[in-house]
């Protein structure tokens, strides 16, 4: 393998997994808040039913997922100004990773079809050391996700826009910690899993 098509690999490889991991999370998202509202009652703090909040949850995500869906509207969540810029910040990267993902695995396909193996071949090294770099951060979030929650958002974003108050932007009363604890789990097994595979190609 020329070092040209070993770099191609490195940063596609990392790149498909992170953005298989970031739509994996977003696809469990939706089983995944159906549980913590009905384990926390989160339902009775905003007086909604199930299906009332995963309509709203639908309209959110479809906002977020969409490109062209330029406005935020749920029907029973209030928005504030603060509450919609941060999720036209998190739309923006939502629908760059997307993107990306498609463009890895359409590169996927057409290797595939191709039968070249050889362009996307990842050295194991790469990929060992791949998949030991977020246990690096790992005791951190296990040990206080509040913490690494607040350092995350401020590596991605430049403003406190995240900062939602439940009185003007009550949805955060469903999208609690644990929801989103549980979203960063499925992103991260996904991550592992993906450089896992890879290790153990032959």
């Known amino acids: 393998m020329s070092k040209r098509n070993n770099v191609f690999a490195i940063i596609y490889h990392f790149i498909f997994a992170l953005t ?16 913590f509202i009905l384990v926390q009652k989160t339902n009775e ?4 039913s199930l299906p009332k909040i995963m309509h709203n949850y639908n309209q959110l995500m479809w906002y977020l997922v969409w490109p062209f869906k330029k406005k935020l509207k749920m029907d029973n ?3 504030s100004s603060m509450a919609a810029q941060h999720f036209a910040d998190v739309k923006k990267l939502l629908v760059l990773a997307i993107i990306a993902f498609l463009c890895c695995f359409i590169i996927y396909l057409v290797a595939k079809r191709q039968k070249n ?15 030991l770099l977020p246990i690096a951060i790992l ?16 590596l991605l ?5 995240w900062l939602f108050n439940p009185d003007t932007d ?17 992103a991260g097994i996904i991550y592992e899993l993906y450089f896992a595979e890879k290790l153990l190609q032959r």
Do not use: Q, R, Y
């Not at 296990?142 to 995350?152: E, H, I, K, M, R």
């Open 20 to 35: 298989s991991s970031v739509v994996g999370a977003i696809i469990a998202s939706w089983p995944l808040l159906a549980v």
């Open 139 to 154: 005791p951190f979030a296990l040990t206080n996700f509040d913490s690494f929650f607040v350092v995350f958002h401020h």
């Open 157 to 161: 974003f430049t403003n406190s826009d």
């Open 45 to 48: 703090t905003v007086n909604m």
């Open 117 to 131: 193996k050889k362009l996307l071949k990842l050295d194991k090294t790469w990929a060992l050391l791949f998949l």
């Open 77 to 79: 969540f209030p928005t």
């Open 170 to 186: 009550p949805i955060i009363n469903v999208l609690t910690e644990g929801f989103f604890a549980s979203c960063f789990a499925v």
